[in-house]
């Protein structure tokens, strides 16, 4: 069982990005995903997640405005495309399965297995 996100970057203040989660080793149908991000010295905070199929998505720090999650379940891959890119978005983003809902609040706890993630730099 494994989620692999990739597609971070270098972006510019105000640039956009859209991240990939690859999953694998399991049928992504049955599990709500949720992409997070943990920048240096920080804890790990959830940014979006997506319910089972066509579900309800769910964005904890109000950034719907700037960021949507995606699934595409056909082919095990969950996105995340995220616009007016800000300095203080840079960090680490992860993506984890769950078999519970998703919420308002994400618990990292809720979220497993995590991959490495991919490092997201928003900088001039």
């Known amino acids: 069982v494994q989620l692999q996100a990739s597609g971070g970057g270098l972006v510019q203040p105000g640039g956009s990005l859209r991240l990939s989660c690859a999953a694998s080793g399991f049928t992504l149908d049955y599990y709500a995903i949720g992409w997070f991000r943990q920048a240096p010295g920080q804890e790990r905070e959830g940014v979006a997640c997506?319910?089972?199929?066509?579900?309800?998505?769910y964005y904890p720090n109000n950034e719907k405005e700037r960021f949507t999650i995606s699934r595409d379940d056909a082919k095990n891959m969950v996105f995340l495309q995220m616009n007016s890119l800000k300095y203080e978005d840079t960090a680490v983003y992860y993506c984890a399965r769950s078999a519970f809902p998703c919420g308002e609040v994400l618990v990292p706890s809720h979220f497993a297995p995590w991959g490495p993630g991919t490092l997201v730099t928003v900088s001039s």
């Open positions: 997506h319910s089972i199929s066509e579900g309800s998505k």
